[in-house]
């Protein structure tokens, strides 16, 4: 069966810091793969979506960015956090090619103070 | 328009109720169709796919309408844990991006 990962679950960071954030995916090949963020008490904001190793999407420019160094991995960041970064991160997949469900990781809980 | 739209509620049910949610969709060339649900703080959870023909699972009953551009879900005989925000998703029309709906807010009282 598939699993996605999502790490860290929280996050504290100040303004101006670097993010990180990683997801992986196991137990498919070629997924796609999607980041979304989610403000408080607000509707998912897709901001970037992969179909394949180093083929990023991005739907909303902003001081974030996206990474695909390998199949089932995709990787935010961020040079310098703003406070609006604050949200809810989520990444999920989608089977290769097919307008298909999605699958979502158990997300990041990200507070730029 | 937007291209999924959804009433937000809140919708204040009593438990054995039955509820029913709408959701609007403006691509007309959509091709699949899903109702997700959101605990508080947690990650979207697919609860089911929707059928041309309708589809049911025990309490849930969801079905599309492609002439108005429409998908439901009907929960029948309500539990206090289906209290949650439903998310309807469209997917197909050109991309294969999912357009997911800002959600409804269910909230099943004692």
């Known amino acids: 069966s598939q699993t996605i990962h999502q790490w860290p679950a929280t996050l504290v960071q100040p303004v101006g810091s670097p993010l990180s954030l990683e997801c992986t995916v196991e137990g498919t090949s070629n997924p796609n793969l999607y980041w979304y963020r989610q403000a408080a008490g607000r509707g998912l904001q897709l901001l970037f979506y992969?179909?394949?190793?180093?083929?990023i999407s991005s739907e909303v420019p902003q001081n974030l960015s996206a990474s695909r160094p390998q199949d089932r991995q995709f990787i935010l960041s961020s040079k310098k956090l703003l406070l609006s970064d604050s949200g809810f991160y989520l990444c999920?997949?989608?089977?290769?090619?097919?307008?298909?469900?999605?699958?979502f990781g158990p997300g990041t809980r990200l507070t730029v103070t | 328009r937007k291209e999924v739209e959804q009433d937000p509620g809140p919708f204040n049910v009593p438990e054995g109720a039955t509820v029913a949610f709408n959701c609007t969709y403006s691509n007309s060339a959509s091709q699949s169709f899903f109702w997700y649900r959101q605990d508080c703080r947690k990650e979207p959870k697919l609860l089911m796919s929707?059928?041309?023909s309708g589809n049911e699972d025990g309490r849930f009953t969801a079905q599309l309408n492609r002439a108005s551009q429409y998908i439901s879900l009907l929960i029948r005989d309500s539990k206090l844990s289906d209290s949650a925000t439903y998310l309807c998703v469209v997917n197909g029309g050109g991309s294969y991006i999912p357009t997911f709906g800002r959600g409804t807010s269910l909230i099943v009282h004692p």
């Open positions: 992969s179909v394949g190793i180093g083929q």
């Open positions: 999920a997949w989608s089977r290769k090619g097919q307008v298909d469900e999605q699958y």
């Open positions: 929707v059928y041309s």
